[in-house]
């Protein structure tokens, strides 16, 4: 994978520029996503973005997220955006098997492949870009590529506004190890181009739904469990519990970081049960490496605090084998 800024010449004149995330896209990976849209349309390209699932609903405030291609709801309209595109980010992930449904349409796409992610160990299927997993977010990363193309002057209030919602989300409100000088500098030059803060905040946070918050009181009292001997904890949530509860996409976020919040607990875990499989997400805090534990009991991988996995077997089953895992473990 050649350095990104060997890239620069491909931009000097229109493209046809496709851009794409990963499956159940986040504050990063929406943000990123719609910062790059803008700034790529001012430069005069002709840019789509496809999400291989919808957009949580509280990101929906974004400027821009019409254009969004929800490819399970228009697949064909995905598919050949990836077909004729000459150019493909692909943004908040480093392996192309992150996109689920959309990956055969990405694998077999012409145009040349631009990597900008913070995650480890990306595949070798990129012609260029960056994997550097001691960013603090994806939308750092296009800010970095704003500025390496020379045009930190284009960065207006909508590309501002999705560049702060993805670092937001992404460094925990700015509490976690990864939010370096050099983020804090960032969100200091879009304050100073007038971007508002307060009402990101206000959408993201203080946006819920009345389901979402009972749901949230249901897990906390019916679905926690706290291991103190391991310094951990666990929040089960099967899909009978999101029907009750009527979740919409993003209605789970933020959950797993909630067990972190009792004193001595420096391991959580957030096992969810989908349609097609479970789906495991780790935080932790300190020195224990859960992107290790994701890629070696569950398939996974992501950041040294925070990763995910996945499993084939019933939730239940899951539950059993991550706390038989966890009691021979002794990670903490």
């Known amino acids: 994978m050649k350095p990104i800024a060997e890239a620069l010449p491909l931009f000097q004149q229109p493209k046809r520029i496709a851009i794409i995330t990963h499956y159940k896209p986040d504050g990063d990976a929406i943000g990123s996503t719609l910062a790059l849209v803008h700034f790529l349309r ?78 480890m160990f990306p595949k070798p299927v990129f012609d260029y870009g960056e994997s550097n997993p001691a960013k603090s977010s994806t939308c750092e990363m296009v800010y970095d590529f704003i500025n390496t193309s020379g045009c930190n002057s284009c960065i207006n209030l909508d590309i501002a506004q999705c560049l702060y919602t993805g670092t937001l989300t992404d460094t925990g409100s700015f509490r976690f190890p990864v939010t370096t000088g050099a983020v804090h500098r960032m969100i200091a030059d879009l304050k100073d181009r007038g971007l508002e803060h307060g009402p990101i905040h206000e959408a993201i946070y203080d946006s819920w739904s009345t389901n979402r918050m009972r749901f949230v009181g249901y897990a906390l009292i019916e679905r926690m469990e706290i291991f103190p001997q391991w310094q951990a904890g666990l929040i089960s ?31 959580s875990t957030l096992i969810t049960e989908r349609i097609d499989e479970v789906r495991l997400s780790f935080r932790s805090k300190g020195d224990f490496d859960v992107n290790h534990f994701a890629r070696t009991h569950f398939s996974g991988g992501g950041h040294f605090n925070a990763s995910g996995g ?5 939730i239940n089953d899951t539950i059993l084998r991550f706390k038989k895992i966890l009691s021979e473990f002794h990670p903490l």
């Open 310 to 314: 996945k499993s084939s077997e019933s």
């Open 237 to 267: 949530v099967t899909r009978a519990d999101m029907k009750l509860f009527d979740l919409q996409p993003g209605d789970t976020e933020g959950l797993v970081q909630y067990p972190l919040s009792i004193r001595g607990i420096r391991f």
């Open 42 to 119: 001012l430069q005069g390209h002709q840019v789509s973005a496809i999400t291989p699932n919808d957009a949580p609903e509280f990101l929906l405030f974004l400027p821009g997220t019409e254009w969004l291609i929800n490819a399970e709801a228009e697949p064909k309209k995905a598919s050949e955006s990836l077909e004729t595109a000459e150019i493909i980010f692909c943004l908040d992930f480093n392996d192309p098997a992150r996109v689920q449904s959309m990956q055969p349409a990405l694998e077999q796409a012409k145009g040349i492949k631009l990597l900008l992610d913070h995650h």
